[in-house]
């Protein structure tokens, strides 16, 4: 088969498109044909070496986390899913099993691959309904998971006023979309991305230098360092709620003040939902995914590069089978 591989740690312009021996299910596992991928900070970050030590890789790699795709082959023991189903989802490389859910992990040898395979008893994989098209359901697993992760703990009301930091992102655009009916939303991004910003449901669209407007009941970081948050903590209202999802996992004595609601949202169980709810969510409306650049799987090390080094807006995903679905 066909995949994106890194063959040492190193940066994603070290990349390649290699064949590959196709992986095989054992006991509970299922292969899947991939349809279409998405790219995520994981498949830059694990193979750069940054986490050799506590996660040390396997060469040759390959990345991959999000996917869709049709069921090719079962493993002993799978009654949930049969060869032909179409499915979707989001999956770790085996080497971060220890940062999976400790219940039902959902890991995989790399989606960015013509075939890949997956744990069948996972909460994060889901036949792929008929209202949603593949490369939106590529696009959708990490993303979808994290805003309703995110929502949930943020328990807003209607009217609420709210900062997106880092809004142009995969996450952050899914998220506007979501806020857009219920929250005044001020969002930061480039000057070039205001007008699409605005289009997904900012109310305003300040750069990334900018002052924070004060006094909002939310805020959500997605982008910034966990222990660089003084500023957006300083933008809240007394009591209002900081909603964060990067590291180092921020501590209240780092945020200059103690009357701020934080909460860092990380469900690797899937306690908040799973792909199950990311599907209704994505077919009723609720949620969307923004993608912003498609590239084929030829040009799949260069999609990860690009993700690496040019400014994103929405997701980049990788059509690994070009007549499949819609």
Known sequence: MKAVVALDYGPPEDYTVAEMPAPRPGPGQIQVRIAAASVNPADVKVPSGEFREQFPLEFPHVPGNDFAGTVSEVGA???????????????????????????????TTGALAEYAVFEADTPFIALRPDGLGVEE?????????TVRAVLASADIGPGASVLVIGASGGVGTALLTSLAASARVTATGRPEDAERLRDLGAAQVIGYEDEYPSGVDAVFNLVLPGDG???AAAALRPGGRLVTIT????????????????RFVLDMDGRLGGMREVAEAAVSGELAAVIGRRYTLDEGA???ADFARRHTFGKL???????FGN
């Open 317 to 323: 995903v990788v059509r690994v089978e070009p007549g």
């Open 77 to 107: 023991g799978v009654e949930r899913f049969k060869v032909g189903d179409e499915v979707f989802g989001q999956a770790v490389p085996r080497a971060l099993r220890a940062m999976a859910g400790a219940e039902r992990p959902s890991l």
């Open 137 to 145: 359901a590529a696009a959708l697993p990490t993303v979808g998971l």
């Open 229 to 231: 948050l003084v500023e």
């Open 247 to 262: 590291f180092p996992v921020t501590q209240p004595e780092w945020l200059g003040r103690d009357n701020v609601d934080l």
């Open 302 to 304: 260069r999609a990860v």
